[in-house]
């Protein structure tokens, strides 16, 4: 299982979307808490709605892809922000500031794909912070997933999380919560 993160679904300018990978250790599931690790810096927590792929594609047509794709899930993506302020200083890779375990939150439940017509809406501590529309974004569904299978081979269970409008500081002791089309997928601490 691949988890591809989209970087660029919000720049107006964008001309093709641009990812990242993570290995599957960077899940974190069934709403457990994130812990901050010690002594990296400052993390930052990005909100997303999150495809649930499920069929084997490659090079498939943009009008073809919604076939690919089973459901829609939530997530928030965190990212160690000082080491990779470091990494695009040095020309490095990214891999240390955002592949680190559990730096993937993902619901348990996935809804049907015609749900994320709806949007999310992403809140802190029981205040909605960011929504979620697919209308804002540079890319649709669609161009992610015929644009991804161009690239690479996806496969059944690959998990796209399709970009993020906003990104919030993570604070010790705050609650996220992710509802899409007004149901609560996501609902985990921060400790």
């Known amino acids: 299982m691949k988890l ?6 919000y720049d107006s300018e964008a001309q093709v979307p641009h990812y990242h990978l993570k290995a599957d250790t960077a899940l974190l599931r069934n709403n457990d808490a994130f812990y901050i690790p010690d002594n990296l810096g400052r993390y930052t927590a990005q909100p997303h709605i999150v495809l649930k792929l499920s069929r084997l594609a490659k090079c498939i047509g943009e009008r073809f ?4 794709i089973e459901g829609v899930m939530g ?16 020309g490095l890779p990214w891999d240390q500031a955002v592949g680190f375990d559990h730096s993937s939150a993902l ?11 709806s949007g999310a ?40 999380y399709l970009g993020a409008p906003a990104e ?9 919560r992710l ?6 997928l996501l609902d985990f601490d921060i400790k």
């Open 107 to 117: 619901s348990l439940d996935t809804l049907p794909r015609d749900a994320m017509l």
């Open 65 to 68: 892809a919604t076939r690919c």
């Open 4 to 9: 591809i993160h989209i970087l660029n679904n």
């Open 121 to 160: 809406t992403f809140y802190i501590n029981g205040e909605a912070v960011a929504t979620i529309q697919l209308g804002d974004m540079r890319f649709s569904a669609e161009r992610v997933v015929s644009y991804l299978s161009e690239q690479m081979t996806l496969r059944i269970g690959d998990l796209v």
């Open 179 to 184: 509802d899409i089309a007004g149901q609560k």
């Open 168 to 176: 919030f500081e993570v604070k010790a002791g705050d609650n996220y």
């Open 75 to 90: 997530g928030v993506a965190f990212t160690a922000a000082d080491i990779l302020d470091e990494a695009r200083s040095k």
